[in-house]
């Protein structure tokens, strides 16, 4: 399926916000997870935050806790993140896809699910 693109991005100083919005409209996840995911320049790409669209369970890698916040807006088809105190090591091309479940504990995990990625949307912190 065609992976989702996000919106958003843009230039920020460190300490400011920015809202990620993801089209989720036709885009489906055979774990019910989906989760957004960063790349910076000479880095691998990390799982920042992940939910359950069943219901509603949200996972964090520790970098953003308590500074992103995932949602999902099932009547608007709408996956987003919101991100507050930036930091300029958040900067990265951010992107939206389906993620993995431990089946085990029954939570999503920060691993997609695929490895085909669209386009993503350049988030830029300075100092």
């Known amino acids: 399926q065609v992976q989702p693109v996000p919106s958003g991005g843009g230039s920020v100083q460190a300490g400011g916000s920015l809202r990620l919005s993801c089209p989720t409209s036709?885009?489906?996840?055979?774990?019910?997870?989906v989760g957004w995911f960063r790349q910076a320049p000479g880095k691998l790409r990390e799982g920042v935050a992940s939910?359950?669209?069943?219901?509603?369970?949200?996972v964090y890698v520790d970098s953003v806790k308590g500074r992103f916040t995932i949602s999902q807006d099932n009547e608007k088809n709408t996956l987003t993140l919101q991100m507050n105190s930036l930091k300029p090591e958040d900067t990265a091309m951010y992107s939206c896809?389906?993620?993995?479940?431990?089946?085990?504990?029954?939570?999503?995990?920060?691993?997609?699910?695929?490895?085909?990625w669209g386009q993503g949307t350049q988030v830029t912190v300075s100092s």
């Open positions: 939910i359950d669209t069943s219901n509603r369970q949200t």
């Open positions: 036709g885009y489906t996840s055979s774990t019910n997870c």
């Open positions: 896809a389906a993620a993995k479940k431990n089946y085990w504990t029954t939570t999503c995990l920060l691993l997609p699910l695929g490895d085909d």
